[in-house]
């Protein structure tokens, strides 16, 4: 009787049993294009700062940045060495169909991220003013503002694969808002996953659009909210 190869024993394993899938993080949210320029003073209207640092021009946003960091976290020696260790990230967005989206978008190849976005619109895009004590912004949300469920692969982001999914920037993408509570529950559902979220600021300083009826369905909730106020959480 001939003996089967190795690989044609594994695959034949592998048709009878379903292998289980590297566990993967999601990560939904912004994605900006920053343009840096370091000043020592702000230039007066009809007036022009020249500067020494060249300007500098990155991907940013809260969501990219964390896929970013969690990216080269899971490719460590001690994750690997966990009892279920996490293998993938990916990231989900909207990326502009010009110029600066063409930039975001190699730039985000160029970190070892995941991307699942739709090409759409113009680009995010975040001019920083960063001077030795302080820093500005201009912003041009585009993007941003108008990621929205729509633009959203379903069949990855709930991928059998999917344990934990984190919500990044929630008053920034503005659009996406009203789909959140709705993911949140489908991830707990179908996936039995945990979620976290980064509400980032709310500009108007109300912190509503639904945030506060929004958090006792989360695990883990990022960054600080104004106080004293009582939020429940579980």
């Not at 940045?65 to 080269?72: D, E, F, I, K, W």
């Not at 010009?98 to 976005?117: H, N, R, T």
């Not at 949300?141 to 920037?169: M, P, Q, Y």
Request: hydrophobic share 40%.
């Amino acid at each position: 009787m001939r003996i089967p190869s190795p690989s044609r024993l594994l695959a034949a394993i592998g048709g009878l049993l379903p292998l289980r899938p590297s566990p993967t993080v999601q990560v939904v949210g912004d994605v900006y294009l920053d343009v840096i320029a370091k000043v020592d003073e702000l230039p007066t209207w009809d007036g022009d700062t020249t500067i020494q640092s060249p300007i500098q021009t990155v991907a940013g946003g809260s969501a990219l940045n964390t896929a970013v960091q969690l990216s080269a976290l899971l490719r460590t020696r001690r994750q690997s060495m966990q009892a279920n260790p996490m293998r993938r990230c990916q990231l989900h967005s909207r990326v502009g169909a010009d110029l600066y989206g063409d930039l975001v978008a190699g730039k985000i190849k160029e970190a070892g991220v995941e991307l699942s976005a739709a090409r759409q619109g113009g680009q995010g895009v975040c001019i920083c003013l960063s001077g030795q004590r302080d820093r500005s912004f201009v912003s041009y949300k585009g993007t941003v503002g108008e990621f929205n469920a729509a633009d959203l692969n379903l069949r990855r982001l709930f991928a059998r694969s999917t344990s934990h999914i984190h919500f990044s920037a929630y008053y920034d993408c503005g659009a996406l808002q009203p789909a959140v509570p709705q993911l949140v529950a489908r991830a707990r559902s179908e996936r039995g996953a945990t979620v976290s979220i980064t509400p980032q600021a709310d500009s108007a300083g109300e912190w509503r659009a639904g945030l506060i009826e929004l958090l006792p369905l989360v695990d883990v909730r990022l960054s600080p909210l104004p106080q004293p106020s009582p939020l429940p959480l579980r």
